[in-house]
């Protein structure tokens, strides 16, 4: 497969190339860093299939993707049991394609025969309702619908999707159930919900009702093109596995592991509380049930923002010697008392940005157990200015850091810029590149 490749550094525009779009594109979040990028570091690193690469923020599965696509094992780390399920599901290619399909076709039939009996037409351009008549829709229990943002899914669109969730738990199959769930989950998000991404997620204009079999079915059909692909046979073999864990400490599994590669991009310290991304999905597939699993979940995240910040947390005392950071949050605290801001999530940011760096120092100092010697690194950060406009130099401060904890900053790379509108100026997403020689 020939891949098309960035002309210019500096200059990316973060979009996937329609060559890259196999697998990638079974789920994949709005801000994903690209495919190439991660060919980009494959190729500069010199890895091979005799080589391991680690992705420790695997979210939904890109480096995982592109080393397997490249015939290298790898393994992921994901504190979001959603977002873990999507990878895991995205590098599983030993399946039958025309069983998923068969199999989806079967299912498709009988939610279709249910609806219909329902007086529920999937397709609402050519009959909204048989005979006129509304059904009794199925909803959410209570503590389920607040789990949701409001209006994420209007009630007949919903209807239908908990019809066809029921059917495929009643009639799954044990080799082809995650790749359906993965299909329906991204059909929920980008054309039966109303959410929409800009980038931030949100609400957008509330669809009376939507088709939920058609789009499902077609996902199905072009995983299945995708699994049929010379170079998706050639490499489904590839290890390649993702540990539902959080990032600050190494999962015991991976212990056996020594990995000659990191190629990542950790959650930017700013105020993108990334459960709210996924929150549609994890209530109707079942990732969420209440509010104590979303708080065991958001326990698991590094601190990148005030929703998920606890008393316990204790994370800031890893950075409290680092002057460059200390100097940070006090500036940010000193701006919040001088606009005289004074909710309680305003209130947390200088802690944040100490929980954020002190996570990011604990990650580092785990990481060294499961690194081979001379190790490279690749993490994709952004610079931010989400508290009060105050400049978060993000690449420049983690690779200072990890200089502290013994690595060697071999470069920083810039990967794009992008205009803030708050600061009116131009931040900076670089690539910082470290070196494990120990």
Same mark, same amino acid.
């Given at each position: ?36 990028? *991660? ?80 007086? *529920? ?59 359906? &769930? ?233 990967? &794009? ?22």
């Amino acid at each position: 497969m020939v891949y098309a490749v960035q002309t210019k550094a500096g200059e990316e525009l973060n979009r996937i190339y329609e060559k890259d779009l196999p697998v990638h594109e079974w789920y994949r979040f709005v801000l994903s860093y690209p495919p190439h990028l *991660v060919r980009s570091y494959i190729e500069r690193f010199g890895l091979t299939k005799h080589h391991w690469v680690l992705d420790p923020f695997c979210g939904t599965g890109t480096t995982l993707v592109e080393c397997k696509k490249s015939g290298i094992p790898s393994a992921g780390l994901e504190a979001n049991p959603v977002v873990q399920f999507f990878a895991q599901t995205k590098v599983a290619w030993d399946i039958d394609p025309e069983k998923l399909v068969k199999h989806a076709k079967g299912i498709a039939k009988e939610v279709e025969a249910e609806l219909e009996k329902e007086g *529920v037409e999937d397709d609402p351009i050519f009959k909204p309702f048989v005979n006129g008549k509304e059904t009794n829709l199925k909803s959410l229990d209570p503590q389920l619908e607040s789990l949701l943002i409001k209006n994420s899914i209007s009630p007949k669109p919903l209807h239908k999707a908990l019809t066809l969730i029921n059917t495929l738990n009643k009639n799954s199959d044990e080799h082809l159930i995650a790749h359906e &769930r993965l299909a329906l989950a991204k059909q929920l998000v980008y054309s039966i919900s109303n959410l929409r991404f800009g980038p931030e997620v949100g609400v957008g204009k509330p669809k009376e009702d939507a088709p939920v079999i058609a789009p499902w079915l077609k996902g199905i059909k072009d995983m299945a093109n995708d699994l049929c692909h010379n170079q998706i046979k050639r490499y489904k073999g590839v290890p390649s596995l993702v540990k539902l864990t959080d990032s600050r400490s190494v999962d015991p599994c991976l212990e056996p592991l020594m990995f000659d590669a990191v190629i990542t991009s950790p959650p930017y310290p700013n105020e993108k509380d990334y459960t709210r991304t996924t929150r549609l999905e994890s209530v109707l597939l079942g990732y969420i049930n209440n509010r104590a699993d979303l708080r065991r979940q958001k326990q698991k995240l590094l601190r990148s923002n005030t929703r998920a910040v606890y008393k316990a947390d204790t994370d800031e005392s890893w950075v409290e010697d680092n002057e460059r950071i200390q100097e940070l949050a006090d500036r940010i605290e000193a701006r919040r008392i001088e606009l005289g801001k004074t909710s309680g999530f305003e209130k947390l940011y200088a802690r944040v940005v100490r929980l954020y760096f002190g996570g990011m120092a604990r990650h580092l100092e785990e990481l060294k157990r499961v690194l081979a010697p001379g190790a490279q690194l690749a993490y994709v950060v952004g610079d931010q200015a989400s508290f009060f406009r105050i400049l978060i130099r993000t690449g420049e401060l983690l690779a200072s850091i990890a200089e502290e904890l013994g690595y060697e900053v071999t470069d920083i790379d810039l990967f &794009r810029t992008r205009f803030s509108t708050a600061t009116q100026e131009h931040l900076r997403e670089e690539v910082v590149l470290l070196r494990w020689n120990s």
